[in-house]
């Protein structure tokens, strides 16, 4: 079985909407969040494990070390600049 045939499979046993289901899953994340804040981890990752669309929205991070003479950013271990 295929993705795409699991999530029809999902879909027809389902009483929301193909098109509702982000909608819902933010809602779950929301509660799931408010789970974790009252330490109940349990129940958070029951939550979660029934969200479909958990899309992880990417981040460019880029770790750029200064020199401690010159204070200017340094992409390589020596400095150019000193």
Known sequence: ?????????????????????????????????????????TKRSLILKHTMYTKVQPQDLEFVSECSSCNKPKPTPACGSC
């Open 1 to 41: 079985m295929d993705g795409k045939s699991a999530s029809t499979e999902l879909y027809a046993w389902s009483l929301i909407r193909p098109c509702r289901m982000a909608l819902f899953d933010e809602f779950k994340k929301a509660y799931a969040e408010i789970l974790f804040g009252w330490q109940l981890l």
